[in-house]
């Protein structure tokens, strides 16, 4: 009778949970039975392990054989399971000491060959045996950066469980072709690595003689621009709206560009997010740079929210994590789709119930809409020859509903380009670099006054606070009453009005709003045009 036990870890959604996994030997007919509330593809390993365990020049034990992951109450999916199903056996038939095993948190699919294969989430695996107070991890190798990230944490990358076996019976370790997924430079195996490293991050597409998209290549469009810095500098959501071809796409497509680089906790955070969905790039393991996700108008609720088959996976709203949602041709995304995102742009978080479980998702993104003026696009091109109805016009322009349009601050329209910016004979608008340097310094001046508080940018402010202790000027906000007053600014209306307010002033370096950085805003709010002289980013 044999018995030993290995550590994984099951995912809930980005969060991660310790799971023992026990293998117990007794005498009996040969069987492998695997309890724990495993789902198919787990039940799937007790072959996998089989021959990865044979093929790897190990004995498999000939006798009664059961595997349970504990605790049980908690649903267990995917191969991740597979190297420490392998080695809690395997020390079980005390081919490997027990005692080795024991503290080790092991991650990573098994080839029938023996080849340790990536799995998704290694990331917030090993933040959550880390937080749980383990100091050894093993991974496949190439994602052995990825896990390295994690401070504390010792981090042994692996190509083969030959490799492995080798390495805890203290024995040489084989050479094992790189194969597969492997790469040239991933870690050598054997090798224990404090985990300190850092990444890279995503970086921003660009064309294929390495252009990256630059603000400098919008033509024209002064106050969409300075729309799109305001978002930035500040966090708030954005709509265009205008005919095809005016630039609203190219807006959008550089807007993260022009937010500030993530912090190490934001990139954490986004990194384990997109390891859980399994777009992180190679080699590439810490995303460093606001992300940009821009699902396609048929994308249903669940893409967009998060949800799926058994456990939720993470969402549309989920990747753009402290980054930028954009929603090309909104009106055509479906009302129930649009509808769902009103929670999380409250809240920055989506909760998503579904029977195998409750996951919490993040969700602090910036989102920007785009949107035509009708089905046609003309309706605003005065003489164009737009034949849409006006039934038909109203109906298009509903489909963006009250409730989402009123968490908008920033309500653009972006006119035609006129011949003169097109062939480049106006004057040229601002680079990304020079916009990105006016907002980080207004998101320094927002992050030292709201110090001590839980907010970082103003638009997270509640509108308690920007009403009793962060105060604008005397007389500042008698625009904004009278429109309250008139019924066109709801209550959260005139909230975001203050916020945008806020970052207006905080671009211009000011101690706080005044009467024009209000008019600014409500200009930015209702799009009705109030004679205010344009501001810093709009030449």
Not at 87 to 114: Q, S
Not at 194 to 213: E, F, M, N, V, W
Not at 448 to 457: C, D, I, K, S, V
Request: glycine share 12%; proline share 8%.
């Amino acid at each position: 009778m044999g018995f030993a036990r290995a550590c994984s870890v099951a995912l809930v959604g980005v969060e991660g949970v310790v799971v023992e996994v026990q293998a117990d030997l007794e005498p009996g007919v040969a069987a492998f039975t695997l309890v724990g509330l495993p789902d198919k593809s787990l039940v799937e390993s007790r072959d996998r392990v089989r021959a990865a365990v044979v093929n790897s020049g190990a004995e498999w034990p000939q006798k009664k054989l059961t595997v349970g992951l504990s605790p049980a109450s908690v649903p267990k999916s995917g191969s991740g399971f597979d190297l420490a199903v392998a080695c809690a056996v395997l020390g079980a038939a005390e081919r490997i000491d027990p005692a080795t095993i024991a503290d080790v948190v092991m991650i990573g699919e098994l080839g029938l060959d023996g080849r340790v294969r990536p799995v998704r989430g290694v990331l917030p695996a090993v933040l959550a045996a880390a937080e749980a107070g383990y100091e050894q991890v093993v991974v496949p190798e190439q994602t052995a950066g990825e896990a390295a990230l994690v401070p504390g944490v010792s981090v042994l990358g692996v190509r083969s469980l030959r490799q492995l076996i080798a390495f805890l019976c203290d024995e040489p370790v084989p050479d094992e072709p790189v194969g597969g997924q492997g790469r040239p430079d991933a870690i050598l195996a054997g090798l224990m690595i404090p985990g300190t490293g850092l990444g890279t991050g995503l970086a921003p597409a660009a064309r294929g003689d390495g252009h990256r998209p630059d603000l400098v290549d919008v033509a024209g469009q002064p106050r969409p621009r300075q729309a799109l810095e305001v978002a930035a500098a500040g966090g708030h959501h954005l709509l265009f709206s205008g005919p095809p071809g005016a630039g609203k796409t190219m807006l959008a497509e550089r807007l993260s560009a022009v937010l500030p680089p993530l912090t190490r906790q934001e990139s954490l955070e986004v990194t384990a997010v997109h390891s859980v969905a399994g777009i992180l790039p190679p080699g590439e393991p810490l995303v460093s740079r606001a992300p940009y996700c821009a699902p396609h108008h048929s994308a249903t609720m669940q893409s967009l929210v998060g949800g799926g088959n058994g456990m939720p996976r993470p969402g549309a709203v989920s990747l753009a994590h402290r980054g930028v949602l954009f929603l090309d041709e909104a009106p055509e995304f479906s009302a129930k789709a649009l509808d769902a995102l009103r929670q999380p742009l409250e809240s920055g978080h989506v909760v998503v119930a579904r029977a195998a479980g409750v996951v919490r998702l993040p969700a602090r993104f910036l989102m920007v809409l785009a949107a035509n003026p009708c089905p046609c696009g003309r309706h605003s091109l005065t003489g164009a020859g737009c034949e849409c109805p006006p039934s038909v016009v109203r109906r298009y322009q509903a489909r963006l509903s009250g409730p989402l349009l009123d968490r908008v601050d920033l309500r653009v329209e972006v006119e035609p380009v006129d011949r003169a910016d097109l062939l480049g004979q106006g004057s040229r608008g601002e680079s990304t670099a020079v916009v990105a340097a006016r907002v980080r310094d207004a998101r320094a001046r927002a992050a030292e006054r709201l110090a001590g508080t839980p907010w970082t940018t103003n638009s997270e402010v509640p509108g308690h606070e920007l009403r009793t202790r962060l105060l604008a000027a005397p007389g500042a906000l008698a625009a904004a009453e009278r429109d309250l007053e008139r019924g066109m600014l709801t209550a959260r209306g005139l909230d975001r009005v203050l916020r945008v307010a806020w970052t207006v002033a905080d671009l211009r370096g000011a101690d706080r709003p005044d009467a024009s950085d209000v008019m600014v805003a409500l200009e930015l709010r209702t799009g009705i045009q109030r004679g205010v002289p344009m501001g810093a980013g709009e030449r």
